[in-house]
Each structure stands twice: as C-alpha cells, then as structure tokens.
Nanobody, 115 residues
Framework: QVQLVESGGGLVQAGGSLRLSCAAS????????MGWYRQAPGKQRELVAA???????NYADSVKGRFTISRDNAKNTVYLQMNSLKPEDTAVYYC?????????WGQGTQVTVSS
C-alpha cells in the first residue's frame, strides 16, 4: 500500500503562484507514475500533470506553460508548481500514485483562485 499526504493549497489572487506537495510512503518502490488531478464543483476529476518513475512528464493542455510537475526521490515527494493561476484553476487537487495493479489517492487539497 501507498500513503499520500498533500499540502500547499490555499487562496491566491489571479496571476499568483502556489506549490503543492505530495509525500509518499509505504510501497513506494512499486510506484510507476505519480500525478496531480483536480476536480471542480460539478465537474469530473481531470488529470493536471503526471510524472513517471523515469522522469517523463505529461500535462493537460490547459496548464501547459504555467504548471510544472517535479519529484524529489530522496524525499519521496512530488511537487506541482502552479504559476499564473486563473480562477478556472479553482478546484480540489488530488495526488495520485499509479502502481501496476492499484491506484492510490491523497485526501485532496483546496486551491482557490480569486479574480
């Protein structure tokens, strides 16, 4: 099993920045990829960014050029640096760990961008 603990959400004005952190523990050697998803009220959960164990990254078109996903293997932590935030980025952000046969999720952290 994998445990994920997120931090770093909050309230920020449009154009501002936030950095989310996701600390993983447990069977971390089994993780193939980690990612950030978000879910806004009344909308489906969507992929924001992902990073594989090999370091390859993938981003939603809506955040390309503004968000950066990175990982610190020594700390078993994945980060999401969010710049130039927009009101439409407002959502609960969830950390995800993808293993061969299971997915694990964090508890979510609220990001609110005011206009």
């Amino acid at each position: 099993q994998v445990q994920l603990v997120e931090s770093g959400g909050g309230l920020v004005q449009a154009g501002g920045s936030l950095r989310l952190s996701c600390a993983a523990s447990g069977s971390i050697f089994s993780i193939n990829a980690m990612g950030w998803y978000r879910q806004a009220p009344g909308k489906q959960r969507e992929l924001v960014a992902a990073i594989t164990s090999g370091g390859s990254t993938n981003y939603a078109d809506s955040v390309k050029g503004r968000f950066t996903i990175s990982r610190d293997n020594a700390k078993n932590t994945v980060y999401l640096q969010m710049n130039s935030l927009k009101p439409e980025d407002t959502a609960v952000y969830y950390c995800n760990a993808e293993l061969k046969t299971d997915d694990y999720w964090g508890q979510g952290t609220q990001v609110t961008v005011s206009s």
